[in-house]
């Protein structure tokens, strides 16, 4: 970026309420990214809810009636990116290749790789997942795409299935988003109605059973066949071996509603949203181009630390990313500049809180959140309480990286890891 550029798009949430809305929009999207569509755009790169221009925020948001929240514009849009004949399954699977989409739900792991293997990998059914299983703390992007702008996610879900030859698709959400399952209810029943859904896909909403764990894919898999959100050993990967033993995408809502964008352009949108919150004067969602420093994004989409406050660190893609010292804002949100940046859900730290403190929360809430299945996460997690000594700590986090199951019990280290390079003796006080 140079020096004159700001973050693409801006939404501020009300935090202060679970069921609350978009509030506001700061800043409209770019206006060369505007232009390609005739209209502004918020969250363009993401998106494709368009904005009413007379009054600046997206059509429907200050409203609680699904009925304008959801609206026919929305399935217009979906059959211009989708229509009935094109693109399609080569040329999406082509678009996303030219771009080199990434997933934004945390791996980062290539799209087309991962929609080609399910595509090639034997079975009579497929299947495609949509995961809003949102369950870090600081993170709300996904779910201000399942309650503005459902058909972004519905119209990359049928871009899925077309490229696979999938028939049937889930939106798993998480429980405590009761409106985005309302909303993303209405926008099936409107598919329908505009023929969008039915013979040749459908669509149904897996609503969660509030278990963290059950945001890493195979656990999700398990809970929509009503099995315990417990993660399954890999290989085979859900690409292979997923729902009812079929090939399956399960993709971020995130991914998904970026497709639309591909596969009408087949230009990548370059950016990432970030949720940002704690130690801000404006706890914010903004779209950023991958690379933006995240100074720049806490200084202007945060506006800064609040009066009177310092900032000592940033907890970037929740309790299993990464720590990052206020000495080091300078750093670029990138997925190769700080790879285990996750979904990107930034929540900044102010200088009342210690290094200890922060692991401390860190591994209790690892070890409520454990699903138990695997020793070296359900017991090593119970463990730093009592820890004082560095080369003890060191062969528990070793323990949980090389013993775990999944990415939940392997990914708990990675912060302690960064508090420990940056803060040394300061998480053993």
């Not at 079929?246 to 009408?264: F, G, H, M, Y």
């Amino acid at each position: 970026m140079t020096g004159d550029e700001k973050p693409i798009g801006v939404a501020v949430l009300g935090l202060g309420n679970v069921g609350s809305e978009v509030v506001r929009i700061i800043e409209d999207c770019a206006d060369d990214l505007a232009a390609r569509v005739g209209a502004p755009l918020v969250l363009r790169g993401i998106g494709v809810r368009r904005v009413a221009a007379d009054r600046g925020v997206p059509v429907g948001l200050l409203t609680d009636n699904i009925e304008e929240l959801v609206s026919r514009e929305d399935v217009d849009i979906v059959v211009e990116v989708m229509g009935p004949v094109e693109p399609s399954r080569k040329a999406i699977l082509s678009a996303l290749e030219h771009t080199r989409l990434r997933g934004r739900g945390g791996a980062a792991f290539p799209t087309a790789a991962k929609w080609r293997a399910a595509r090639d990998a034997p079975g009579a059914e497929r299947y495609v997942v949509a995961n809003g299983d949102e369950g870090d703390p600081g993170s709300y992007v996904d779910r201000l795409l399942l309650e503005e702008d459902p058909h972004a996610v519905l119209a990359g879900m049928l871009a899925c299935a077309r490229a696979i030859g999938a028939r049937r698709g889930f939106v798993y959400i998480r429980s405590e988003y009761p409106q985005a399952q309302r909303v993303m209810h209405a926008a099936i029943r409107e598919a329908r109605d505009a023929r969008l859904l039915g013979d040749q896909f459908e669509v149904e909403v897996v609503s969660g059973a509030g278990s963290y764990v059950c945001g890493e894919e195979t656990a999700l898999l398990n809970s929509i066949l009503g099995l315990r959100g417990e993660p399954r050993v890999r290989p085979p990967y859900p690409a292979q071996h997923g729902l009812w033993g079929s090939p399956t995408v399960v993709q971020n809502v995130e991914t998904l509603a970026i497709v639309p964008w591909i596969a009408r352009t087949r230009q990548g949108s370059g950016t990432k949203a970030v949720s940002l919150s704690g130690a801000v004067a404006r706890p914010t969602i903004a779209e950023v181009r991958l690379g933006t420093p995240l100074i720049r994004v806490l200084e202007e989409a945060g506006q800064g630390p609040p009066a009177g406050r310092r900032w000592k660190m940033a907890l970037v893609g929740g309790p299993m990313g990464r720590v990052v010292p206020a000495s080091r804002f300078d750093i670029a949100l990138s997925f190769d500049s700080l790879p285990g940046m996750g979904h990107a859900g930034i929540v900044v730290l102010d200088d009342s809180v210690s290094p200890r403190a922060l692991a401390e929360h860190l591994f209790a809430f690892a070890a409520a959140e454990s699903c138990g299945s695997c020793t070296p996460c359900r017991v090593g997690t119970s463990l730093f309480g009592g820890i004082r000594e560095r080369a003890v700590l060191e062969r528990l986090l070793s323990t949980l990286e090389m013993g775990s199951l999944c990415g939940f019990g392997t990914g708990v280290p990675r912060p302690l890891r960064d508090l420990l390079q940056h803060f040394g003796e300061q998480v053993l006080e």
